[in-house]
């Protein structure tokens, strides 16, 4: 029988963070043809960015990282691949690169992702 818990993490490690939806763009003819990109949707949620192990390179089922990639811990908030990701204190924003899972084990309540700076041209 399953324990009726599950694991968290920790809260004096998780810190705000913004999920960044961007809306639906719309087709604009009077602009000459071109899709203007809808309103941003910022949704908070709990987090932990915190640095890849050795392990977790090992075993990245994407197959690439950069100096950038991170690990990204949430309690129970969910983000596709692809989603864009805010850390409040920082200010940096993440692309969500993939999902390390917890298959097998039945661990629910919380979810690892890799996550990738977005980087900005040198001026």
Request: aromatic share 10%; glycine share 12%.
């Amino acid at each position: 029988m399953m324990p009726s818990w599950e694991p968290q993490i920790p809260t004096g490690i998780m810190f705000p963070c913004v999920e960044i939806r961007q809306g639906e763009s719309k087709y604009r003819a009077d602009l000459g043809g071109q899709y203007l990109p809808g309103p941003e949707t910022r949704i908070p949620f709990q987090g932990a960015i915190l640095p890849l192990s050795e392990r977790d390179l090992r075993y990245m089922p994407q197959g690439t990282y950069t100096a950038e990639s991170k690990k990204l811990y949430t309690n129970g908030h969910i983000l596709p691949v692809g989603a864009k990701v805010e850390g409040k204190e920082t200010g940096v924003i993440y692309t969500v690169k993939g999902e390390l899972g917890y298959e097998g084990i039945g661990i629910t309540s919380f979810h690892r992702y890799i996550i990738d700076a977005k980087r900005v041209a040198a001026k």
